[in-house]
């Protein structure tokens, strides 16, 4: 069974910098790319980037290049996301979501495992 | 990468057929058969229930269908039920090797 467990909600101050964690378990992590997708109030689905746990490559939505930092650590399977220059419009559900969708025929790449969400609050 | 274009809003009456419509570029849409849709309730997190266009996962209802031509993604409900009513989301793969959604669509079932 995968799970995806994030972190709780967190606070920040403007300016701040968050970092929101993605504990797995259920299958093998550095086989299947990790993508991290956020959520503001009210509002649609933002892809923010994905990582591939085994090579820790990383490819990021070019909003948020130089801001948005992922990372994991393989020795526990738990992949993370790290936002910097915190301001107002970050405040929003951030999930991590794992690529791949199998059949018993092929896998597919699409975000079919998902994370329960985890709140950033930007508040001064 | 802008998002991709859906209606806010649809509704429709139980046992009523409606579609929503995606609209995108050739950079994202147009460019590839990596269309996905995802529903999603309040407070939870979305649901894949479309894939490759026109494909359903394990456990989807067939009362769900995808498909595309050009730069547009159709998703289709024939014969709605009460347990529909969610917010929908397109997304595709893009020639920049990222992944965009569309905006939402809030379906309601009168």
């Known amino acids: 069974q995968v799970h995806l467990v994030q972190s709780g909600a967190e606070v920040k101050k403007p300016g701040a910098s968050v970092k929101v964690s993605c504990k797995t378990s259920g299958y093998t992590f550095t086989g299947y790319y990790m993508h991290w997708v956020r959520q503001a109030p009210g509002q649609g689905l933002e892809w923010m980037g994905n990582?591939?746990?085994?090579?820790?490559?990383?490819k990021y939505a070019q909003k948020f290049q130089g801001r948005v930092t992922l990372t994991r650590d393989t020795s526990i399977s738990t992949a993370y996301m790290e936002l910097s220059g915190l301001g107002s419009d970050d405040t929003a559900v951030y999930y991590c979501?794992?690529?791949?969708?199998?059949?018993?025929?092929?896998?597919?790449?699409?975000?079919?495992?998902w994370g329960q969400g985890a709140l950033v609050t930007v508040s001064s | 990468q802008s998002a991709l274009t859906q209606p806010a809003s649809v509704s429709g009456s139980p046992g009523q057929s409606i579609t929503i419509s995606c609209t995108g570029t050739s950079s994202d849409l147009g460019a590839y058969n990596y269309v996905a849709w995802y529903q999603q309730h309040p407070g939870k997190a979305p649901k894949l229930i479309i894939y490759?266009?026109?494909n359903r996962p394990s456990g989807v209802s067939n009362r769900f269908s995808g498909s595309k031509s050009g730069n547009t993604a159709s998703l289709t409900f024939s014969g709605l039920q009460a347990e529909d009513e969610a917010v929908y989301y397109c997304?595709?793969?893009?020639?920049?090797?990222?992944?965009?959604f569309g905006g939402g669509t809030r379906l309601t079932v009168l």
């Open positions: 979501a794992r690529d791949q969708y199998c059949t018993s025929a092929a896998c597919y790449p699409y975000f079919h495992y």
């Open positions: 997304s595709s793969y893009t020639t920049s090797d990222t992944w965009v």
């Open positions: 490759d266009v026109s």
């Open positions: 990582i591939n746990p085994d090579s820790g490559v990383t």
